[in-house]
């Protein structure tokens, strides 16, 4: 209780509640923007926010990453152009909703789903924060590069749609986090002689690049679109008659939204879908889903801001990034001298109770900036590419340059771009590469410490039943794909035998 109290006194000050504001107005406009994402937004606010308080720089990006959550729904209903990606199930109603008349009321509905499903995650989150710090006093070591081992084999599902390339990408960032020189050895790694080398590569410079200008390079060939825009935006709360409708939808997509976000490198996509999907499968009236129904908005909404708060779970509570965004926040909790995981719940929980008590006030400030600009948030979708993206590449450079005020910095930023649009354009994903980044050098980190603790003795690893644990479960993430082909193979040939038996025999003679 004293860690709340002391949380709550952190983020209750005119500066910091006018920053968390700001970051919410700031999200709601980048998620309403299609192709600007909350992940981009993080990235670009990263290096701004080195001279600021530390608990209040990583509340701005948590609650830039709530607001940006939601914005993306507004474009979704009002223009069926999701502004991020965990509002496309939102516009398959939503937009429907729109177009006969009722964008208000789906706004509306999709901003009190929004609001319930972060709030209900949040208080998941609360009441179970003192059990995960119990097992957070066990961690030494050795348990810390078990947990990070099994971050690292969740790469393949963390993005896009090819496991080997997610793979091959979070490989390739755990190569480029070993740049350097090592801490204990003296050797260099990868240095080439280069002086600005030997320090490693900074991740701030590089997560500007692959997020920033590798996005800018590929709208470049982007043209402004004809959008069909909704004129007439009433916006109104929903009435008893709604509420009585999706009170049990929106309870339903929290907990999914809860869950999925909690498990690491699922992400919020994933939960508004499978919100989307249990509306309808549990829905009354299934066969009005794709044609305005309000079910059909309220259950991705309430999922995906669930699986946002979800997500900082996995991020907070053990290090590992629960989506794109979480990794880059993740990213700025080390710039910032924070060690994410358990040490970080055991040594400063009033940190994380700051965190999570700016996200509650993100929420209800979301609700109201959501309702009351949602037609002046639908006009920013005008403003011409030619204006926003020069704008974007300027920040990049200011934000590359500002983290160290050393142009290779910014050389690090253009090149990584670069190398990041090229492997878009393959089907890499840049969510995979800066997990790598991140927890490849806290691998290395927890692997030297170990070490020298166990005198080169690496099975003493396997003495702790948490490091056990958690290698049983990386064993497991790497042939799930394994088991569940033999699963497939195992259910078919079931089916296949069941058929058989069930064919009646054929008379002798035919």
């Known amino acids: 209780m004293d860690a709340i109290l002391t949380g709550f006194e952190l983020i209750m000050t005119p500066v910091s509640l ?40 990583i509340s701005m990006m948590a609650a830039l990453y709530c607001a940006g959550t939601f914005g993306g729904s507004i474009t979704a209903i009002l223009i069926n152009a999701p502004g991020a990606p965990p509002a496309v199930a939102t ?31 949040l208080v998941a989150f609360i009441i179970a924060a003192p059990l995960l710090s119990k097992v957070a006093l066990s961690f030494r070591p050795q348990e810390y590069f078990a947990l990070t081992l099994f971050g690292l084999s969740m790469l393949a599902a963390i993005s896009g749609k090819s496991a080997p390339r997610n793979l091959i990408s979070g490989m390739f960032g755990v190569l480029v986090s070993v740049v350097g020189i090592h801490l204990v050895t003296g050797v260099e790694r990868f240095t080439f002689g280069t002086n600005f080398l030997y320090d490693g590569i900074d991740f701030v410079p590089v997560l500007i690049g692959v997020f920033a200008i590798a996005e800018l390079l590929k709208q470049a060939d982007a043209r402004d679109a004809a959008i069909e825009r909704i004129k007439d935006v009433a916006i109104r709360l929903p009435g008893m008659e709604d ?58 909404e309430a999922a995906n801001n669930a699986g946002t708060s979800g997500a900082m779970v996995p991020t907070l509570a053990l290090g590992i990034p629960g989506s794109g965004t979480t990794a880059v926040i993740l990213a700025a909790l080390i710039m910032h001298g924070f060690r994410p995981g358990p040490f970080l719940m055991r040594e400063t929980p009033e940190i994380l109770y700051a965190i999570f008590i700016a996200m509650l006030i993100a929420n209800f400030a979301f609700l109201f900036i959501g309702l009351a600009g949602a037609k002046v948030f639908s ?49 890499f994903g840049p969510a995979p590469f800066v997990m790598g980044l991140v927890l490849g050098g806290l691998l290395e980190k927890n692997w030297s410490q170990s070490m020298i603790i166990f005198d080169s003795n690496w099975l003493l690893f396997f003495n702790s039943w948490i490091g056990n644990l958690f290698f049983a479960l990386t064993a497991l993430s790497l042939l799930s794909p394994v088991i569940g082909m033999l699963y497939r193979r195992a259910r078919r040939r079931g089916q296949g035998a069941t058929a058989t038996a069930g064919r009646a025999p054929l008379p002798p003679g035919d």
């Not at 700031?26 to 701004?48: D, E, N, Q, R």
């Not at 929004?114 to 995650?121: A, T, W």
Request: glycine residues 12%.
């Open 18 to 57: 006018g920053l968390i504001f700001m970051s919410v107005l700031l999200g709601v406009v980048i998620g309403a923007l299609p192709g600007l994402s909350s992940t981009m937004a993080v990235a670009l606010l990263l290096p701004f926010t080195i001279g600021m308080e530390p608990v209040v720089a």
């Open 243 to 300: 509420m009585r409708r999706i009170w049990k939808t929106i309870l339903r997509s929290s907990a999914i939204g809860t869950i999925v976000g909690i498990l690491p490198a699922e992400g919020t996509t994933v939960a508004a879908i499978m919100g989307y999907n249990e509306a309808k499968r549990w829905s009354k009236t299934p066969e009005e889903f794709g044609k305005g129904c309000i079910e059909g908005v309220a259950g991705p």
């Open 91 to 121: 516009a398959l109603d939503g937009y429907p909703m729109a177009q006969r008349g009722e964008a208000g009321r789906a706004l509306g509905i999709a901003a009190i789903s929004s609001v319930c499903g972060g709030l209900l995650s």
């Open 379 to 427: 006009m920013i979708t005008l403003i011409p590419r030619t204006f926003l993206w020069p704008a974007v590449f300027c920040f990049s450079i200011v934000g590359a340059y500002a983290y160290q005020q050393q142009m290779f910095d910014v050389w690090v930023m253009l090149i990584s771009g670069l190398i990041g649009f090229v492997a878009m354009r393959h089907g």
